[in-house]
């Protein structure tokens, strides 16, 4: 497997000898304001200097609530010399073109997920961060989650036997009306928001080389903006997998595998709290085990690797990038064959 994805959990931490790195904010969003920020100034790896808004009044709530300095606007947060990386949170549509300025400013950049709407902008940022020597992630925190490296390590010692399908799904009950998610012309939709995560944890699970057998999405009348769907993929090894997303379910976060000697199921898989104490399920033919994990913060896990990331020198270093910047482009090649492959069933007036 490559990349981050190979060893979820298994991040290097910071050296404590390392200077905190000195990040900048990009947007006001709600998971800004809710997770990224309040998690960023708690971090010891990480120093909240400045942030900026597409509104500043906004802007400077946040930066009084925070502790930093608001920016009269994005670029003037660019130019600033003590801001060595960016924090992205903007509308998916805008993650391109800010994430680009960024970099060619020297900046190393967490964007939110996905990286962009699809697999060309994936591969021009990934192609520019390596021009310019700068690391580019993903705000992918369920990645840096050890409940997984312990599924996969459950896998590797053979527990499941031989693996036959995959299971997955992310969906999420209907959004406020006016919510940014719903706007198509922003980079929203089911299949950017949650469906992505589903895919990403096929890659992880599955291996590099997954590709989309068919998928279906239930679309909007007015706009044809993606409301929900399901994908079913193909690995090279021959696990089927159905994944599930949606803007129109009861919550649910889950993932199962399925061998012909057991079932191992993974609960709250993409969005436990810090204080969630993971249960993963193993179902033997007339034996069940709940293994209870300790609570782990993936967000902060995620803040600290991406620290350690930017400090980290050598072939080993960017080897690893080399392989995230692959598993990025991947996924959302992913993403666009879901799209390409998609039967629509228009829904609403």
């Known amino acids: 497997m490559t990349g981050a994805d190979a060893v979820p959990g298994a991040d290097a931490v910071t050296d404590r000898a390392d200077p905190p790195l000195r990040l900048g904010a990009l947007g006001t969003s709600s998971i800004a304001w809710r997770r990224t920020l309040p998690t960023a100034v708690r971090a010891p790896e990480v120093d909240l200097v400045a942030l900026a808004g597409r509104s500043t009044e906004k802007a ?12 009269s606007g994005f670029d003037a947060l660019l130019e600033r010399p003590d801001v060595e990386a960016v924090y992205i949170s903007l509308p998916t549509a805008l993650h391109h073109a800010w994430a680009a300025k960024a970099i060619r400013a020297g900046k190393h950049v967490l964007v939110e997920k996905p990286v962009g709407v699809d697999a060309r902008e994936a591969r021009e940022l990934c192609a520019l961060a390596e021009e310019h020597d700068v690391v580019l992630r993903e705000n ?8 997984h490296s312990f599924v ?30 719903y706007a198509s012309d922003m980079g929203g939709g089911a299949l950017l928001d949650v469906g992505v995560y589903p895919l990403r944890a096929a890659g992880l699970l599955l291996g590099p080389g997954v590709r989309v057998a068919g998928a ?10 993606d409301l929900s769907g399901q994908a079913l993929l193909v690995s ?32 709250r898989a993409f969005t436990p709290p810090p204080a969630y104490e993971p249960v993963v399920l193993l179902e033997e033919q007339g034996h069940q085990e709940r293994f209870s994990l300790p609570a782990a913060d993936q ?30 482009v991947a996924a959302m090649e992913l993403v666009d064959a879901v799209r390409r492959e998609a039967v629509r069933v228009t829904v609403g007036q």
């Open 60 to 71: 400077e709530r946040f930066a009084a609530h925070f502790g930093c300095a608001a920016e």
């Open 299 to 328: 967000l902060g896990a995620c803040l600290a690797s991406f620290a350690a990331a930017v400090r980290a020198r050598g072939a080993d270093s960017a080897r690893e990038e080399a392989g995230r910047r692959h598993d990025t």
């Open 236 to 267: 090279p090894s021959g696990v089927l997998a159905h994944i599930a997303f949606g803007f129109e379910h009861a919550y649910a976060s889950t993932y199962a595998l399925w061998g012909d000697r057991a079932r191992v199921t993974v609960d």
């Open 152 to 181: 996969r390590d459950l896998l590797e010692k053979g527990r499941l036997g031989t693996l036959s399908s995959f299971h997955a799904a992310f969906c999420i009950p209907p959004l406020p009306a006016d919510d940014i998610r």
């Open 216 to 225: 279906t999405l239930r679309t909007r009348a007015t706009d044809g903006l």
């Open 140 to 147: 992918f925190m369920f990645l840096h989650h050890p409940q």
